[in-house]
């Protein structure tokens, strides 16, 4: 994630990664209360293009607030810095990690300090480019009565690592989560789709993250006129697609070849899922999205 010349920002100032630090009595590492983002970057004849970051940004005050914490940028200032983080690790094609952690407090309210980290790093796609074989988890999404599963929150990962940990042990690639109603809800880090007869569906908001890849998908598939369904399926209804894949930032699109060791039959190259993947690569990875631009 870094070497010895890279460079963070931390609460205004840029530091070399290996001189940043943190109190151990922050309540972040304590009670997961925090929240972060990650966000990619593209290279383009200019330079790069940030995707999506304000809606990124956006996202993390929605966050923050949903937590209590008080972030003390915008989001044009967020993106300003995130743009002049990438210039000073030279860096184009990136992965950025913005963090919002608290201060010193031990007491369950949330603390009067907050802090801001962002760093980034090249990072290729995070599951490998599939078909993914993939299991459906013992764990299940935690109950959106009890967290506020809509926001990008620091403890809420646990959930997320114990249901890929799991996976990992009985040696799929990754886990499939149900939520508390048995319905599919979720990768642990990335949204999924599934397609039958060139329609997609994929669950509704409600105990998802809803993410941005989720909703730049969702705009494509209107381009290309391929219907999406948002509703609530089960694990048999699954087995029954013809492809399926998972949606996020850090997976980009990948595709799913198998749930619980049923293969999808369907021929992925000539699916509907994969003409979206072709058009994200383009519009995405070849910048043809708005966003501000560093020459
Ligand atoms: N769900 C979870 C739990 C995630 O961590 C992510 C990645 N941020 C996503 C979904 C996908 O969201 P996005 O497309 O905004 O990256």
């Known amino acids: 994630y870094y070497n010895n010349d890279t460079i963070v920002f931390q609460n205004g100032k840029w530091l070399k990664a290996k001189d940043a630090s943190a109190t151990m009595y922050n309540q972040t590492l304590h009670y997961g209360i925090g929240v972060f983002e990650g966000i990619r970057s593209y290279k383009n004849v200019n330079g790069c293009n940030i995707f999506r970051a304000k809606e990124h940004y956006d996202r993390l005050l929605y966050s923050a607030a949903k937590m209590h914490i008080e972030l003390p940028y915008s989001i044009e200032e967020l993106v300003s810095i995130t743009y002049e983080l990438l210039d000073k690790n030279n860096l184009t ?43 459906i988890s013992s764990y299940q999404r935690p109950n959106p009565k009890s967290c506020v599963m809509e926001a990008k929150v620091v403890g809420h990962y646990t959930n997320s690592v114990l ?65 999406v369904i948002e509703k609530h399926f089960t694990p048999e209804e699954v087995y029954d697609a013809d492809n399926a894949f998972f949606a996020g930032t850090a997976v980009e699109i990948t595709p799913i070849g198998a749930i619980n060791g049923e293969k999808f039959k369907g021929n992925w190259d000539e699916s509907a899922s994969n003409s979206l993947y072709m058009m994200y690569r383009n519009k995405v990875q070849h910048n043809e999205y708005q966003g501000l631009t560093i020459v």
Not at 93 to 118: H, K
Not at 173 to 178: F, G, I, K, P, W
Not at 183 to 196: D, I, L, R, S, T
């Open 93 to 135: 094609d990136a992965y950025i990690r913005p963090l919002v952690y608290q201060g010193m407090n031990m007491a369950l309210t949330p603390a009067s300090e907050t802090n801001v980290f962002i760093g980034a790093w090249e990072w290729a796609k995070y599951l490998g480019n599939g078909p993914l074989n993939v299991m």
């Open 163 to 227: 249901a890929t940990t799991e996976a990992k042990k009985l040696g799929y690639d990754e886990a499939l989560l149900l939520d508390i109603h048995g319905n599919v809800a979720q990768g642990p880090g990335a949204n999924v789709f599934f397609e039958k007869d060139g329609v997609l569906y994929t669950p509704p908001a409600g105990n998802i993250l809803p993410g941005i890849t989720r909703a730049t998908i969702m705009e494509l598939a209107k381009e290309l006129e391929i219907r």
